[in-house]
Structures are given as structure tokens and as C-alpha cells.
């Protein structure tokens, strides 16, 4: 299996709580930059999205929060899709130190809206193959 796509991000002092680590709110906006991030990669733009008549929700996220972050920290955030046959998928993600330290585990279900319907698609993957330039970045 390939490597899974990834995206560096050095915590900022104002992301930081009055202990001085990354505030736990923070985590998630870093898997969400990273997701984000993934999307543009494979070519998949906001606007192709709202195009196709399609957006990302998210319907279930966990964060396991396993090392702290300081102010000026590099951590490199990981993402990883999973299929089922379903209209979810699953998403995968590492935050980490540069020297390799898990700092947290983010996983995530989510789907694709109909904009119009406002319903799950049946099969994202479908969508996703058909947006991406390179759907490889999807595991597809």
C-alpha cells in the first residue's frame, strides 16, 4: 500500500492554550486542512464540487490525543480514505512530530451530499473517480 498523503503544519502560537500545548479544537482543524489539502491535489476543487452538485460532510469524527504540541512544533497530518459498498467512507489520519512522534489519531465518516436532494450519494466513489484527476490520492 502507498504511502498515505500528507501535509505539513507547524502550530502557531495563537492556536495554543494556557498550558501552552495546541488547543484540542485545533487537531481537527488540521485534519480538515489536510483533507482539504488531499482534495486539491487529486484536482478537486470547492467549485468543481458545488459544479457536480456535490460537498463533503462529515458524520462522525474522533480524535485520540496521544502527545502534546508546543508553539513552533512541525507536525506532518496525515490522510488516508477507506471504501466500503455503503454512500460512507471512512478517513484516517496521523498527526505528527517531524522526529516521528504520534501526537494524535484522527478518524472520521463521511459521505457526499446531494446539494439538491440533500441526501447521501449512493456511491461516492463514483464522484470522487469522476472529479479527480488523480484518483490514486483516494486509494481508488
Known amino acids: 500500500m502507498a504511502e498515505p498523503f500528507s501535509v505539513r503544519v507547524t502550530v502557531r502560537g ?6 501552552g500545548h495546541l488547543n484540542q479544537a485545533v ?7 489536510a483533507r482539504w489539502s488531499l482534495l486539491q491535489a487529486a484536482g ?13 460532510v462529515a458524520l462522525e469524527t474522533n480524535i485520540r ?6 508553539a513552533g512544533d512541525e507536525t506532518d497530518v496525515t ?13 484516517r489520519q ?16 463521511g459521505g457526499l451530499l446531494d446539494l439538491e436532494q ?4 449512493a ?6 473517480k469522476e472529479l479527480a484527476a488523480d484518483p490514486g490520492l483516494f486509494g481508488l
Open 44 to 56: 478537486i476543487s470547492q467549485t468543481r464540487l458545488v459544479g457536480r452538485g456535490v460537498g463533503p
Open 94 to 109: 496521523e498527526i505528527r512530530k517531524t522526529d516521528g512522534t504520534l501526537a494524535a489519531e484522527v478518524t472520521a465518516v
Open 118 to 121: 440533500r441526501k447521501l450519494i
Open 14 to 19: 495563537y492556536e495554543t492554550d494556557t498550558q
Open 79 to 91: 490522510c488516508a480514505f477507506e471504501w466500503g459498498d455503503g454512500k460512507t467512507f471512512r478517513i
Open 65 to 70: 490525543y496521544l502527545r502534546e504540541l508546543l
Open 123 to 128: 456511491d461516492p466513489r463514483e464522484v470522487f
Open 27 to 33: 487537531y481537527l482543524n488540521y485534519a480538515e486542512h
